[in-house]
């Protein structure tokens, strides 16, 4: 285990190598760090058997922009990456299952966020202050109760899209936790054909959302379509 504070506050750390055998990061273990960039638990050669990240172990890294977990990760605690303003990209792996809260609160780059089928909970306010979100893929998640209630705050609500399994729209729409995301899309089936749920108006399609569709039928847009994505209906059969 990284003990608490091992690193906090060093500004000019910019790299983190040599933890082959690191199972746990702890409290505040990098706070702070302010010039490290990338983030990669997933190299074997050198944090590739974390399996905790604990609460605030990344907090106010503000010039980390990826984050890559390991395999082995299976939970993020409080504030794991809250302030970490520049953050764009993080990979959540196959067997995350606890997403702490506020882990990601105030990453205000972070466009999207998929996440994994291991999943049992997303705590509150996980991803509160996160501006630039307008992608919440949940593909894999059957269950919208896996989502608090204010796991996203309302702006995301608003204007992200939310994938959801196909067959489970209904449950979402009906579930407190998240009937309030404005745009629904149940995700490509094994036919690879998404179809659109909207509960107000959906402005425009994402890119390739029906890419390779190959099943037969219309497709039925709720009222308020008024401009749909690159390659939208593309290599429809």
């Known amino acids: 285990t990284l003990p608490y504070s091992a690193f906090y506050g060093c500004s000019k750390l910019s790299f983190v190598y040599n933890g082959t055998n690191v199972t746990e990061i702890g409290t505040y273990a990098f706070g702070n760090c302010t010039a490290m960039q990338a983030l990669n638990l997933n190299d074997a050669t050198y944090f590739g058997k974390v399996e905790t990240v604990g609460s605030n172990a990344f907090r106010g890294c503000t010039s980390l922009t990826s984050v890559r977990l390991a395999d082995a990760t299976t939970a993020l605690y409080t504030y794991a990456f809250a302030n970490c303003s520049a953050l764009r990209y993080i990979d959540l792996r196959g067997n995350l299952k606890t997403i702490g809260g506020d882990a990601f609160r105030n990453c205000a780059a972070l466009p999207k966020v998929q996440f994994p089928e291991t999943l049992e909970a997303v705590n509150s306010n996980a991803f509160t202050g996160c501006a630039s979100l307008k992608l919440v893929d949940a593909s894999y998640t059957a269950d919208p109760a896996v989502f608090a209630a204010t796991a996203f ?12 399994p196909l067959g489970s729209e209904t449950a979402y729409h009906a579930s407190d936790n998240t009937d309030a995301f404005n745009y629904l899309i149940a995700n490509v089936n094994e036919e690879g054909f998404a179809e659109v749920f909207e509960k107000g108006s959906l402005p425009a399609t994402d890119d390739y959302v029906f890419h390779y569709r190959v099943s037969s039928g219309d497709t039925d847009f709720y009222p308020g379509v008024y401009s749909t994505g690159t390659s939208t209906f593309s290599l429809n059969t």
């Not at 705050?153 to 959801?164: H, P």
Request: no cysteine; charged share 35%.
């Open 153 to 164: 705050d309302a702006d995301t609500k608003a204007s992200a899209r939310l994938y959801v």
